[in-house]
């Protein structure tokens, strides 16, 4: 059975501090690793999507890598802002089903 | 591309009472659905798996009797609670997939908040 963990829980950091989110994983055998942002009382939002075969992903001031082997994935924030503060989670998908990561909430302060 | 909705997004019902909730895949056809459930400051996990077509499969603890799952179509699937209750209150969020899509990806839903009085 896979096995999500993410580490920190919760981490503050000051506004334009650089930082990384670590997802770890106990099954390799992934079809691919998603990282979700998610805001108090509000849905996912899909930020990078990892395929089992690539080995990271960019998306403007995040940078999402995979190392499938290890079975870890760090999600790297750049210059953070109070904009980033949310729960963000990874989902690894084995064969079309998801497990999720109990989150990291992230506060970024002024 | 691939884009999922759910409607509605938020509701309030009394306890007793039948809440339907629909999840459609908006531009691809989606032959397999998956509804989530997320209670507070908890992460989210898989209640059923559903194909186009066949009955659902649950996980284990997952009450199939309380939580009806119908995927009559390519692009529809709903949730039903039955005789919703108070501790049934949770975010449920469904994604879908695609056999086309690169190792059937999943795609997110925005969710549905229940608040069961």
């Known amino acids: 059975k896979q096995e999500v963990t993410q580490i920190p829980a919760a981490l503050s950091v000051p506004e334009g501090e650089n930082l990384v989110l670590n997802c770890s994983f106990t099954?390799?055998?992934?079809?691919?690793l998603q990282w979700f942002r998610q805001d108090p009382g509000k849905g996912l939002t899909s930020l990078l999507l990892?395929?089992?075969?690539?080995r990271e992903q960019t998306s403007g001031r995040l940078n999402a890598s995979l190392d499938k082997s290890s079975g870890r994935s760090t999600l790297y924030i750049a210059a953070s802002q109070p904009g980033d503060s949310a729960t963000y989670l990874c989902?690894?998908?084995?064969?079309?089903?998801?497990?999720f990561g109990d989150g990291t909430t992230l506060t970024v302060k002024p | 591309g691939a884009v999922v909705s759910q409607h509605p997004s938020w509701v309030i019902c009394k306890s007793g009472t039948s809440v339907k909730i629909e999840c459609r895949s908006l531009?691809?056809?989606?032959?397999?659905m998956f509804w989530y459930r997320q209670f507070p400051k908890q992460s989210l996990m898989l209640m059923a798996t559903?194909?186009?077509?066949?009955?659902?499969?649950?996980e284990q603890g997952v009450e199939k009797d309380k939580f009806l799952i119908n995927h009559a179509s390519l692009t529809l699937s709903t949730l039903t609670v039955t005789s919703a209750h108070p501790e049934d209150s949770s975010f449920y969020i469904c994604?879908?997939?695609?056999?086309?899509?690169?190792?059937?990806?999943?795609?997110f839903g925005p969710g549905t908040r229940l608040l069961v009085l």
């Open positions: 994604s879908a997939s695609s056999p086309l899509a690169i190792q059937e990806t999943q795609y």
């Open positions: 099954d390799s055998a992934i079809y691919n």
């Open positions: 990892i395929q089992s075969s690539q």
């Open positions: 989902a690894v998908d084995n064969a079309g089903k998801s497990t």
């Open positions: 531009d691809f056809q989606a032959t397999t």
């Open positions: 559903s194909n186009e077509g066949s009955k659902a499969t649950y």
